[in-house]
């Protein structure tokens, strides 16, 4: 089923909404869940799902997350490509790369296009597109097994959501035959609580012909605020699948704390733990504990050095809580030391010891 398929991750960000975690940080390389960088959830997924190769389309500091993957995500079954800069990196990068590498795309469909080399050719039928911040677990083979039995010229996946985060996705509607019936990026007043997922797969053909006819207009060069509105206008089969496991966009701090809460109490709508890509430092065990020493409903790696009380909270490897020091609801960073007698609430500790400050109020 992957052969045909073209599978593309869009790498934006600088995560200016991400504060001091996002400062200095490219946003896909953000740690997260005690177990991986958000980026690592697409890929691995992709991997999972039988693709052989995802072709990076970064939007930000192409070179830095390029020599990031390079190392990471070139195993013998599974490869990272970087489109016209894959030839350098097979063969030792030289001086002139970091030169070389383009302006960043003005948005996820200009992305798309600028590399429309890399992506589309005659053997490619689908293109299934993905992100880098978005935290589940999907098989991607029965999304494109539907795609293509439908006919579709894209096929979007969707999930219901709380009604006040509408507003930061793309809400849709279908109609008695599962089929796109609206579609309202960033809704002021959403009238619904499905949102799109932001992966789907579309007709390779169907949706070159599109970018090419939007560019050199007054378009905003973004697959969900010009390429999909587009479809839907001209009566395209667009089909939904819904995306019914756990998943979530971390496209903000008050997101990226809410999502570790909802995975130290269990929630059914967070990914557990064990389902998570585990790349930093794969080989420490890690665990959701719900009652031990000085620890209560807290994810822990093995290499944890808790000498104070941790409650509600996710550590990475190499974190450490000094003498007296309490931390509760809170994100604690690899290698980052929480010094003895702190107390740390509903906080983001950075590695260096910064302490982030985390959403006020009930963020869910």
């Known amino acids: 089923m992957t052969e045909g398929v073209r599978a593309v991750l869009l790498a934006g960000g600088e995560g200016r909404r991400m504060g001091a975690l996002g400062?200095?940080?490219?946003?896909?390389?953000?740690?997260?869940?005690?177990a991986c960088r958000l980026i690592d959830f697409s890929l691995d997924n992709a991997r999972r799902s039988g693709l052989p190769e995802v072709l990076?389309?970064?939007?930000?500091?192409?070179?830095?997350?390029?020599?990031?993957?390079r190392g990471r995500w070139w195993h013998r079954d599974f490869r990272?490509?970087?489109?016209?800069?894959?030839?350098?990196?097979?063969?030792?990068?030289?001086?002139?790369?970091?030169?070389?590498?383009?302006?960043p795309e003005r948005g996820t469909a200009d992305a798309l296009l600028r590399k429309?080399?890399?992506?589309?050719?005659?053997?490619v039928r689908e293109v299934l597109v993905l992100h880098a911040d978005h935290v589940?677990?999907?098989?991607?083979?029965?999304?494109?097994a539907r795609h293509r039995a439908s006919g579709a010229a894209l096929t979007l996946t969707y999930?219901?959501?709380?009604?006040?985060?509408?507003?930061?996705?793309?809400?849709v509607e279908f109609d008695v035959r599962g089929r796109l019936a609206a579609f309202v990026e960033k809704p002021e007043h959403?009238?619904?609580?499905?949102?799109?997922?932001?992966?789907?797969?579309?007709?390779a053909k169907i949706l070159l012909s599109y970018l090419e006819s939007l560019d050199g207009t007054g378009w905003q060069h973004d697959i969900s605020r010009d390429v999909i509105p587009a479809m839907l206008a001209a009566g395209e089969h667009i089909e939904g699948y819904p995306v019914t496991g756990p998943w979530a966009d971390i496209g903000t701090v008050e997101r990226y704390?809410?999502?570790?809460?909802?995975?130290?109490?269990?929630?059914?709508?967070?990914?557990a733990i064990e389902a998570m890509p585990w790349t930093i430092r794969s080989e420490v065990d890690r665990r959701l504990l719900s009652q031990a020493r000085g620890i209560r409903h807290s994810i822990v790696p093995a290499d944890a050095r808790i000498l104070g009380e941790v409650s509600h909270s996710v550590l990475f490897p190499g974190a450490s809580v000094g003498e007296g020091a309490v931390v509760t609801d809170s994100v604690v960073l690899p290698g980052a030391a929480v010094p003895p007698g702190a107390r740390i609430d509903r906080a983001i500790v950075l590695e260096d010891g910064q302490v982030q400050p985390g959403p006020e109020g009930d963020d869910g």
């Not at 490509?81 to 970091?98: K, Q, V």
């Open 80 to 103: 990272v490509s970087f489109g016209p800069f894959d030839t350098a990196y097979r063969e030792g990068i030289p001086d002139a790369l970091a030169a070389s590498v383009a302006a």
């Open 56 to 69: 990076l389309l970064p939007q930000f500091e192409e070179k830095r997350l390029m020599d990031d993957l």
């Open 23 to 34: 400062r200095g940080r490219l946003k896909p390389l953000i740690p997260y869940g005690g």
């Open 159 to 171: 999930q219901r959501i709380e009604r006040r985060d509408v507003r930061l996705f793309g809400m």
């Open 190 to 203: 959403p009238t619904g609580d499905l949102v799109f997922a932001a992966f789907c797969v579309f007709d």
């Open 116 to 123: 429309a080399a890399h992506v589309f050719g005659p053997d």
């Open 257 to 271: 704390h809410r999502a570790h809460m909802r995975a130290v109490r269990r929630d059914p709508a967070a990914l």
């Open 136 to 144: 589940y677990r999907f098989d991607y083979g029965p999304l494109l």
